[in-house]
């Protein structure tokens, strides 16, 4: 796909065990289609991961993905089991294109969240797309829609959802899970620009008979 979707959810700790809670305040840039998405409310248990996780995102802002890695560590130093520390390192590893260390640290994140923080199981169907493990990519993209109850995730699982099935040539369910994701929405999209990409995309989709 020519037009990628850039989702950076560096996303501090609320509630580990809270099953289907708001996954905190957004913070939304958007540049060129491209979108940065900054979920924070903030909570931990020590200042200093705290004071690390927050550099750490103030450079992952700046794309300065080495220096913010370095400051998660640190963070990770003081809570090694904090979830959200352990998704913004898969998140820095993401955007440096290292996958398969990306995947560990956001299967790490659920982990130790006993499966709740549903922002790296969004994190995994995006990388697993990238990746082309297309099966896996669907089955988390369509858990994070099912238990999700912040819209904006949602909108960002439908949107990878409908990338994938585009990868496939499969028309027919592009334009399916797109329309699901309208009704869901109520067309309060966030993501304008990207959504007509799909609808372009779709038009222009030939699905393969057999």
Known sequence: MKFNLFIILFLVLTSCKNEKKSEGNNNLKKDKGNIDLYIANEKFESKEADKFNSEGIELGKRSEYKKAEIMFLKALENEPNNPTILNNLGNVKKFQNEYAESIKYYEKSLLASDSLYLNSALNIGIVTYKIKN??????????????????????????????????????????????KSEQILENNFQFVEQYEYLKSEIKNCVQHRV
């Open 134 to 179: 297309y099966d896996k990519s669907l089955k988390l993209l369509e858990y994070v829609i099912s238990e999700s109850n912040n819209l904006k995730l949602i909108e960002i699982a439908y949107y990878n959802l409908v990338l994938v099935h585009l990868a496939q040539n499969e028309c027919d369910k592009a334009k399916t899970e797109l329309k």
